[in-house]
């Protein structure tokens, strides 16, 4: 099986920073996207933020120049460094990747369990 695990949610006051790791373990053969995406109460889940295995990231509008995503390929995981946090960051934040099993040609979509953000104001 494949297992995403998250760490690092909290509780901040506004212009504060966390940091948020997300690290996949079990029979990966191969990562390919990995992302970040939040749910805040009563609202849809929204993109945050993607890192693809080759080519450029992306973010939400609402979060560029404050949020960096990056990966680290060797530990299979990724990161998500939000700076100048605003009240309307609160949300549970869900660590996401495409992934393919080892000894399998097929990727499949993975879920951590959701880590908590609140920014106070």
């Known amino acids: 099986q494949v297992q995403l695990v998250e760490s690092g949610g909290g509780l901040v006051q506004a212009g504060g920073s966390l940091r948020l790791s997300c690290a996949a373990s079990g029979r990966i053969g191969r990562i390919d996207a990995m992302g970040w995406y939040r749910q805040a109460p009563g609202k849809q889940r929204e993109l945050v933020a993607t890192a693809p295995s080759g080519g450029s990231s992306d973010y939400a509008d609402s979060v560029k120049g404050r949020f960096t995503i990056s990966r680290d390929n060797v530990k299979n995981t990724v990161y998500l460094q939000m700076n100048s946090l605003k009240p309307e960051d609160t949300a549970v934040y869900y660590c996401?990747?495409?992934?393919?099993?080892?000894?399998?040609?097929?990727?499949?979509?993975?879920w951590g369990q959701g880590t908590q953000v609140t920014v106070s104001s």
């Open positions: 996401n990747a495409v992934i393919r099993r080892l000894f399998s040609s097929i990727t499949s979509e993975y």
